[in-house]
Each structure stands twice: as C-alpha cells, then as structure tokens.
C-alpha cells in the first residue's frame, strides 16, 4: 500500500520550508491542498509540478473514501494546509483517521505550527500547556470559555484580526483585566510582532492600533492557590 504524507507549510517565510518536505512533494503522486491557488503559488515556488487536488472542510468527507482506495493501490499522497501543519485547526484529521483505520501509513513530517513559536517568545510558561485553537463564533463559545476558568495551564487561541478585540474582551471578562497575556500576529513574516501585557492593556491596544494579521493569542493559566502553612 502507499503513504500518506502529512506535509507542513511555512506559516509565514518561504525559508522555513524544509528540505524534507519539498521532496517528499515531488515525490508524491498526488498533493492533496485546502486551496490549490495558494498552495499553487507554494508550489511553483519550489518548483514542485505534481497533480494538486483540492481537499478542504467542505470536501472532504465526500473525497477521503476516494483517496483511501487510492492509496490502497499503492499511490503516495501528500497533504498540505494553507499555512503549517495539516490538522492543527485545519484540515487532515478525517482522512488520517479513515487512512489509519484501513490500515495504511501515515507520516507527519516535523514542521511549521503557529502556535510552537507564539508561546515559546510569549514569555509565559510552556512546560505545560494547552491548545484550544478558535473558540466557537456564537454556540457554544461562553461555555467553552467559562470551562476554561480555573485552567492553571497555559492556554493557546488562534483568531482572525476581525474578531482579535471582541475575543480579547472577552477572555478578560471571565479571567480578569489582570491576567497575562501575548498576542503573537504575522508569525514569522517581515511585520511578526508580540503585545504582552494584561489582557486589560492589550485590549486597549487593539482598540487603538487597528489588528492585521493572523494572531495566535497565548493566556497565562489560574495562579495556583497557595497551601496554608499548617502549624
């Protein structure tokens, strides 16, 4: 039977792809992509010419049965994200999930994550941490933030420049003005920068300074409570 690749993709700078990751998809047989325009320009970059077919959310429950078969036949298929690595708040987990399940291989080539870098410069713990990528937009999204109050871990969002100050706001309304954070936007492209702060000032940031840019938003955990010395 074939491989499935699971191929991450710069978030940002053409120079974090890596050597691994540009032959395996010229090696591929098929290249599976979430938007074949953008990860056309990617690939026309590399010079990688391999057959690309689209494969994104809205697909892929029709598509995978198809590729599984294929790769039953022995192809080798490699799947791409716009940006960094399929399954992490994008595409991939169905069809890895149905390629294990028909017992094929599938390797994950090491690579481009947003999130690795944003908390790793935030300056807030990273020892233990825990990643909730984009919140719910409407149901479901207070619940999902008042199960998050007394998570002493840190706590990794993803979230687009339009909704950045109403998600802030809100992270501040049930952790408090007080708690730490950093928001970490346009991850390794030539504008990257990182605004720490309480979520009260950088909030107000935000407010002032119009959001560009994807932003990966890094909240400290709940202090833990300090035991009682016993006498």
Request: aromatic letters at 6%; glycine letters at 8%.
């Amino acid at each position: 039977m074939g491989i499935l690749y699971i191929v991450p993709t710069p978030v940002g700078n053409m120079e974090d792809m890596t050597l691994r990751a540009i032959r395996t998809l010229k090696e591929a047989d098929l290249i599976l992509a979430e938007d074949t325009r953008t990860s056309g320009i990617l690939l026309k970059h590399f010079d990688i010419k391999n057959q690309l077919m689209s494969h994104h959310k809205f697909n892929e429950h029709g598509t995978s049965a198809a590729i599984v078969e294929r790769l039953k036949a022995g192809q080798t298929i490699a799947l791409i994200s716009d940006a960094g690595t399929p399954g992490i708040s994008d595409p991939g987990f169905y069809l890895v999930r149905e390629a294990v399940a028909a017992g094929i291989t599938v390797q994950c080539l090491p690579g481009a994550t947003a999130f690795v870098p944003a908390i790793v410069s935030s300056g807030l713990p990273d020892d233990r941490f825990c990643f909730e990528g984009f919140l719910p937009q409407k149901k479901g999204r207070q619940t999902r933030l008042l199960s998050l109050q007394d998570e002493e871990r840190t706590m990794i969002f993803y979230e687009s420049p339009y909704r950045v100050v109403k998600t802030l706001q809100q992270l501040a309304e049930v952790f408090g003005g007080d708690r730490q954070v950093s928001c970490c936007r346009e991850i390794s492209k030539v504008h990257e920068e990182s605004v720490r702060g309480t979520l009260a000032e950088v909030t107000a940031h935000f407010q002032q300074t119009e959001p560009r840019g994807e932003f990966v938003i890094v909240v400290a955990g709940k202090e833990k409570q300090k035991q009682k010395n016993k006498n």
